[in-house]
C-alpha cells in the first residue's frame, strides 16, 4: 500500500490532474498507479509528462530507452519501475528476455546501446559523477552531444519516477520481477 493515497480513477484525482490522467488513459488505455499517485500533484504530473514526451522526440530510440530506463531502476533499486520498463521493454520495444538482463546488469547485447547503457549506469551509480574519457567513449561510439544530453535527461526521468514510486511505495500494477543478487 502507498504511504500517501492513490486516487482510484481518473475522476478520483484533482482536477488539475485530470486531463493530463485522460491523455495517459488514451496513449496507453490505462493509468497505472504512478500516475494517479503523481497526479496528486498536478504540477510534478505535468513536469513529467512533458519531459518525458519531449526526450521520446528525441534522437535516442524507444528501445535504448527502455535499456536505460532498466539499469536506472536496476542501480536504484525501483521494484515498481523495473516492472513497468520489463513489460514496456518486452511488449513495446520488443526487447528478449537476455537483452532485458543484460541491460539490467548495465549493459546490451548490443555493441552501440552497451556504451550509452553503460554511460547511464555509471551516471546513476556515480551521481552525475563522470570523467572527460566517459563522455568521450559515448561521443566515440557514434553519439551527438545532443544526445548525450538526452542520455543524461533519462537518468533524470528515470530517477524521478525511481524515487517517487520508492519513497512513496507506489504499489505495483505490472507483472513484478525479482531483483539480481547482489
Request: charged share 20%.
Amino acid at each position: 500500500m502507498s504511504r500517501i493515497p492513490t486516487p482510484v480513477s481518473i475522476d478520483a484525482a484533482p482536477e488539475a490532474s485530470k486531463v493530463s490522467l485522460e491523455a495517459v488513459n488514451k496513449l496507453l488505455g490505462t493509468v497505472p498507479n504512478m500516475f494517479r499517485l503523481i497526479g496528486n500533484s498536478p504540477q510534478t504530473l505535468e513536469g513529467y509528462l512533458g519531459l518525458n514526451s519531449a526526450l521520446a522526440s528525441g534522437s535516442i530510440d524507444a528501445p535504448t530507452r527502455e535499456r536505460i530506463a532498466l539499469a536506472v531502476a536496476e542501480i536504484n533499486g525501483c521494484g515498481y519501475c523495473l516492472a513497468a520498463h520489463n513489460y514496456l521493454g518486452t511488449n513495446m520495444a520488443k526487447l528478449s528476455a537476455e537483452e532485458i538482463e543484460a541491460n539490467r546488469r548495465g549493459t546490451s547485447n548490443d555493441a552501440k546501446a552497451a556504451i550509452a547503457v553503460g554511460f547511464a549506469a555509471k551516471i546513476t551509480k556515480n551521481r552525475g559523477q563522470v570523467s572527460d574519457a566517459d563522455v568521450q567513449a559515448v561521443r566515440d561510439a557514434g553519439y551527438s552531444d545532443a544526445e548525450i544530453v538526452e542520455i543524461v535527461g533519462h537518468v533524470a526521468l528515470n530517477t524521478l519516477t525511481n524515487y517517487i514510486n520508492e519513497v512513496l511505495g507506489t504499489e505495483i500494477d505490472f507483472p513484478t520481477v525479482g531483483k539480481f543478487a547482489a
